[in-house]
């Protein structure tokens, strides 16, 4: 079902996450004010939502990336 997650270069998701998750990096990075929008409350208008899914899935797809190795079965 996640072979396609497993398929995905580690370093891929994390160049992904850092440049598209965390762009425009000045004043702020954008996924971090989504989310402070968020958590106020805030976050009402379609665009600010698509912007959030935008920079947010790359972090979502690197956490899972992470938890799928950390939860693999040790080879020997």
Known sequence: MFAWLDRLPFGLLLIIALTLGLA?????PH???KLKMLAAGELVRPI????LLLHGV??????AKLARLALAPRRR
């Open 58 to 63: 790359p972090w979502l797809l690197l956490l």
């Open 31 to 33: 996924v971090w004010e």
């Open 24 to 28: 425009p990096f000045v004043p702020e």
């Open 48 to 51: 600010d939502i698509f912007d």
